[in-house]
T-cell receptor, first 110, second 114 residues
Framework: GQNIDQPTEMTATEGAIVQINCTYQ??????LFWYQQHAGEAPTFLSY????GLEEKGRFSSFLSRSKGYSYLLLKELQMKDSASYLC???????????FGGGTRVLVKP | SQTIHQWPATLVQPVGSPLSLECTVE??????LYWYRQAAGRGLQLLFY??????ISSEVPQNLSASRPQDRQFILSSKKLLLSDSGFYLC?????????????FGPGTRLTVL
């Protein structure tokens, strides 16, 4: 099975940087996904890591350490529209299934 | 491009009543399909997934069932709803546009059981 932990909530100021950590224990690993979910809406895909290291996509970066069972999502130059929940998910090869953490609600303040 | 339709968008049902939620996918064929439930303020829990017509895998024991009568149709059902069945139900498929086998989600159905 999978066990995925991430903080429940974080608050940051517009223009700042926030790092959302995710730790996981897994019986099978086929990549680490990050999704963004605005209140009342469906999740949308942000990033994917399967090898150790940093993947950068504009203001968003994601890091993975498979040996430590650890990932983080880094949000830079925060904007008010970044206020949302961020979901960490571990992929499993069989069925291309995803197991999600509880999500981290990020509140961006002016 | 692919599109996922889910209906109804919102639903209020009494305890003990039946349930049928429908998900249809356009713009793809033979997709892997997934049903998730999200309780208020929580993450997504995978309920069922299907790799083809008539093939259903259940992830958690519960009073829900799923069926896939057609290639691009995935149905979630219950004979008698419980209060704990309230939540946001999301249908997903593997994204055609993606490079990483990421899942693409439909708009969801918000179910309230009273």
């Amino acid at each position: 099975g999978q066990n995925i932990d991430q903080p429940t909530e974080m608050t940051a100021t517009e223009g700042a940087i926030v790092q959302i950590n995710c730790t996981y224990q897994t019986s099978g690993f086929n990549g680490l996904f990050w999704y963004q979910q605005h209140a009342g809406e469906a999740p949308t895909f942000l990033s994917y890591n399967v090898l150790d290291g940093l993947e950068e996509k504009g203001r968003f970066s994601s890091f993975l350490s498979r040996s430590k069972g650890y990932s983080y999502l880094l949000l830079k130059e925060l904007q008010m529209k970044d206020s949302a929940s961020y979901l960490c998910a571990v992929g499993e090869a069989a069925g291309n299934k995803l197991t999600f953490g509880g999500g981290t609600r990020v509140l961006v303040k002016p | 491009s692919q599109t996922i339709h889910q209906w109804p968008a919102t639903l209020v049902q009494p305890v003990g009543s039946p349930l049928s939620l429908e998900c249809t996918v356009e713009g793809t064929s033979n997709p892997n399909l997934y049903w998730y439930r999200q309780a208020a303020g929580r993450g997504l829990q995978l309920l069922f997934y299907s790799v083809g017509i008539g093939q259903i895998s259940s992830e958690v024991p519960q009073n829900l069932s799923a069926s896939r009568p057609q290639d691009r149709q995935f149905i979630l059902s219950s004979k008698k709803l419980l209060l704990s069945d309230s939540g946001f139900y999301l249908c997903a498929c593997l994204s055609l546009a993606g490079s990483y086998n990421e899942q693409f989600f439909g708009p969801g159905t918000r179910l309230t059981v009273l």
